[in-house]
Each structure stands twice: as C-alpha cells, then as structure tokens.
Nanobody
Framework: QVQLVESGGGLVQAGDSLRLSCAVS????????MGWFRQAPGKERDFVAG????????YYGDSVKGRFTISRDNTKNTVYLQMNSLKPEDTAVYYC????????????????????WGQGTQVTVSS
C-alpha cells in the first residue's frame, strides 16, 4: 500500500513563496510518476504539476508555468512543489498523487490516472 502525506501549506500574502512536500511510504517510489493537483471550493480538481519517475521530465499547468517548480528526491521518497509569486487565485487544497502506470508521460494531467492520493494541504494566499 502506498501512503502519501503532504505538508508545507499555510497562509501567505500575494507575492510570497511556499514549498510543499509530499512524503511517500513505499519501496517503489522510483517507479511512480508523481503529480500535484489542487482544488478550490466549488471547483474541479486541476492539474498543477507532474514529474516522471526519474525526475528528468516535468509538466505544468498553464496557470503556474514559470512560477511553480516540481522536483523529487528518490533517496528520500519525497516530491516537492516550490511555489513562487503566489497569487490569491492559487488558494486551494493541494493534493499529491502517485501513478505507477508506465504510460505516465501520456496521462500525467488526468486525475483519474493516479492510483494514490494524499489527504491534501491548504494553501491560502491573501491579497
């Protein structure tokens, strides 16, 4: 069983930075494509960023390109989301997710493709 635990959320002001972490309990972390999604109240869960098993390829949603950076440390079973220049519209619950499928590079933006999810961490950006 794969378990994911997010941390690092909080209340910040517009323009500030935050780094989210997702610790993954599994012996096969290096075989997982990893993603971050977010969900604001009354809205669908949206793709934010994804990273392949080895970390060589990253993907971003249009609204966060140039501001957010996803990375992973396979020695620590952890994936990170560095969020810079935060905006009030970034306010949401952020979820970490894991996809063991080898087709990850084709489906990274599809929430239903991820088999495992964390409980989420709240990020609130005030104006």
């Amino acid at each position: 069983q794969v378990q994911l635990v997010e941390s690092g959320g909080g209340l910040v002001q517009a323009g500030d930075s935050l780094r989210l972490s997702c610790a993954v309990s599994t012996r096969t972390f290096s075989l997982l494509g990893m993603g971050w999604f977010r969900q604001a109240p009354g809205k669908e869960r949206d793709f934010v960023a994804g990273i392949t098993r080895t970390g060589t390829t990253t993907y971003y949603g249009d609204s966060v390109k140039g501001r957010f950076t996803i990375s992973r440390d396979n020695t620590k079973n952890t994936v990170y989301l560095q969020m810079n220049s935060l905006k009030p519209e970034d306010t949401a619950v952020y979820y970490c997710a894991a996809d063991p499928d080898s087709s990850y590079s084709r489906n990274y933006y599809i929430a239903n493709q991820y088999d495992y999810w964390g409980q989420g961490t709240q990020v609130t950006v005030s104006s």
